[in-house]
């Protein structure tokens, strides 16, 4: 796969054809992934590259990318999934789709540590701009908590981030 022309193909996209641009693209993502065993950073910086950039974060079928990689995600080294981490912490704060932000706290609360899913989702509440986004916070929040039988996280201290969340929410309704 050609990275730099996926991109360009994405930003030359009219909004109303980025959905099925975006459609193809993950598509191709994903076969392109199954011919790396590791993954390679190439894969890893596109991601990156797309939801940094706020004009392509708020795209809507992003979350296809996002199924794709999640789908490959054993073949990650530890290195680029914590720089996938920091990736979506950074990012976050201008995603305004409420599929993405599903995608991407599930992914967190799937594939973090336990430990580490929980600092993301309560940095990621502190940071996101719209409600919409908040709904993947909350995703991930909940899987956490149905998980905590195994994941050694109390429910106090999931309830500590859910707080912080509907703070945030809080401070994002409309007046």
Same mark, same amino acid.
């Given at each position: ?15 109303? $054809? #980025? ?9 191709? =993502? ?6 790396? *065993? ?6 890893? +910086? ?5 939801? @940094? +950039?706020?004009?392509? &974060? ?10 794709? =990689? ?18 979506? +912490? !950074? @990012?976050?704060?201008?995603? @305004? ?5 599903? &995608? ?5 609360? $799937?594939?973090?540590?336990?430990? $580490? !899913? ?16 908040? #709904? ?5 929040? +909940? ?12 429910? *106090? ?5 859910? $707080?912080?969340?509907? !703070?945030?929410?809080? &401070?994002?309704?409309?007046?």
């Amino acid at each position: 796969m050609d990275f730099d022309q996926a991109y360009c193909r994405l930003i030359e996209a009219e909004p109303s $054809r #980025a959905r099925k641009v975006l459609r193809v693209i993950s598509d191709e =993502f994903g076969e392109s992934l199954l011919t790396f *065993a590791p993954m390679s950073d190439g894969h890893v +910086d596109f991601v990156c590259r797309i939801l @940094s +950039d706020p004009t392509l &974060a708020k795209r809507p079928g992003l979350e296809w990318l996002l199924m794709e =990689f999640y789908l490959e995600r054993e073949k990650l080294s530890e290195p680029q999934l914590e720089r996938f981490f920091a990736c979506l +912490d !950074a @990012s976050f704060g201008h995603l @305004s789709d409420e599929k993405v932000a599903f &995608a991407v706290g599930d992914f967190i609360a $799937r594939v973090a540590p336990a430990i $580490r !899913a929980l600092t993301l989702l309560s940095e990621m509440a502190m940071k996101v701009n719209s409600r919409d986004a908040l #709904a993947g916070v909350y995703l991930g929040l +909940d899987i956490l908590r149905k998980h905590r039988a195994t994941n050694g996280l109390s429910l *106090a201290k999931i309830e500590a981030v859910d $707080r912080t969340a509907d !703070a945030r929410a809080a &401070a994002l309704k409309p007046l």
